[in-house]
């Protein structure tokens, strides 16, 4: 017990009080450069939204990529600064742990390879934050692109973390119009032509109401032929993530007007004239 008895305490202390500043210091400009350079990049790219007319979720996905960048040169930089505070040479623990170096190297090639796929992602604009995609065996909105990283969220409200090298096939299903489709069965008792007639004139209320469809709807005709009833398709393209919303007021819409139809077999639906 004599190392015990030979150890200046008060010298100890001191010394250890010291280490504990120095690291609440550290901790303290850590939290507030990060909020610091937080708010900062969010400045920024709103005012390069507004100057260069970005869309939103291009500046959104460029924020977020900026966010974390940020974070991790500003994660490094804290921890070479920690191991300085307990003499510790950051560089030369790396280069001199030759077995725990080589795990970093083989690490590292994952890490390059999200970074890289990550870059050419954003580079060619194939994603943007609030695009609707599929890729890696999920489906829903990207919420965040970052280095490493892609969070997608699937619309039973799981998040998915995606890393980027393991984005080999992409899928954007908001680039452009998209397509309602909706099938609707009627019995082979029915006539086609006052089905097909009813249908339409349907379609043409419902796409002056909403301003979201593009084109159509139309009646395409038969599609196929069950054990007990016929399928008509119709069709329109709508406006980005608008279809299935088109699919659900064509389906109530057209089930309305058959059941009137049924009530009153004397109604008849004047079809409008094509523009």
Same mark, same amino acid.
């Given at each position: 017990?004599?190392?015990?008895?030979?150890?200046?305490?008060?010298?100890?202390l001191?010394?250890?009080?010291?280490?504990?500043?120095?690291?609440?210091?550290?901790?303290?400009?850590?939290?507030?450069?990060?909020a610091?350079? $937080? $708010?900062?990049?969010?400045?920024?790219?709103?005012?390069?939204?507004?100057?260069?007319k970005m869309?939103?979720?291009r500046?959104?996905?460029?924020?977020?990529?900026?966010?974390?960048?940020?974070?991790?040169?500003?994660?490094?930089?804290?921890?070479?600064?920690?191991?300085?505070i307990?003499?510790?040479?950051?560089?030369?623990?790396?280069?001199?742990?030759?077995v725990?170096g080589?795990?970093?190297?083989?690490?590292?090639?994952?890490?390059v390879?999200? /970074?890289?796929t990550?870059?050419?992602l954003?580079?060619?604009?194939q994603?943007d934050?609030?695009?609707? /995609?599929?890729?890696?065996?999920?489906?829903?909105?990207?919420?965040?692109?970052?280095l $490493?990283?892609?969070?997608?969220?699937?619309f039973?409200?799981?998040?998915?973390?995606?890393?980027?090298?393991?984005?080999?096939s992409?899928?954007?299903?908001?680039?452009?119009n998209?397509q309602?489709?909706?099938?609707?069965?009627?019995?082979?008792?029915?006539? /086609?032509?006052?089905?097909?007639?009813?249908?339409q004139?349907?379609?043409?209320?419902?796409?002056?109401?909403?301003?979201?469809?593009?084109?159509?709807?139309?009646?395409?005709?038969?599609?196929?032929?069950g054990?007990?009833?016929?399928?008509?398709?119709i069709?329109?393209?709508?406006?980005?993530m608008?279809?299935?919303?088109?699919?659900?007021?064509?389906?109530?819409?057209?089930?309305?007007?058959?059941?009137?139809?049924?009530?009153?077999?004397?109604k008849?639906y004047?079809?409008?004239?094509q523009?």
């Open positions: 017990m004599d190392w015990i008895e030979s150890i200046n305490w008060e010298q100890f001191l010394d250890a009080g010291m280490v504990i500043l120095k690291l609440l210091a550290v901790l303290i400009a850590f939290w507030i450069a990060r610091v350079g $937080r $708010r900062l990049i969010k400045n920024a790219f709103s005012k390069a939204q507004v100057r260069r869309s939103a979720g500046t959104k996905t460029l924020q977020s990529l900026a966010v974390s960048a940020y974070s991790y040169i500003l994660f490094f930089i804290t921890l070479v600064i920690v191991l300085g307990f003499d510790i040479n950051a560089a030369g623990l790396i280069a001199g742990a030759g725990v080589l795990a970093i190297g083989f690490g590292a090639q994952g890490l390879s999200d /970074i890289v990550g870059f050419f954003l580079l060619e604009k994603v934050v609030g695009d609707y /995609i599929t890729v890696a065996g999920y489906d829903g909105i990207v919420e965040e692109v970052g $490493r990283t892609m969070q997608l969220r699937s039973d409200g799981t998040l998915n973390y995606v890393p980027n090298r393991e984005v080999g992409l899928s954007n299903h908001t680039r452009g998209m309602a489709l909706v099938d609707i069965a009627i019995p082979y008792t029915d006539n /086609i032509d006052d089905a097909v007639s009813i249908i004139t349907v379609c043409d209320d419902i796409k002056e109401q909403n301003p979201k469809i593009v084109e159509g709807p139309d009646v395409l005709g038969v599609q196929t032929f054990t007990a009833e016929i399928t008509l398709r069709i329109a393209k709508t406006e980005a608008e279809q299935w919303a088109v699919e659900r007021d064509l389906r109530k819409a057209i089930k309305e007007a058959l059941d009137e139809k049924q009530e009153d077999p004397d008849t004047a079809e409008k004239p523009e």
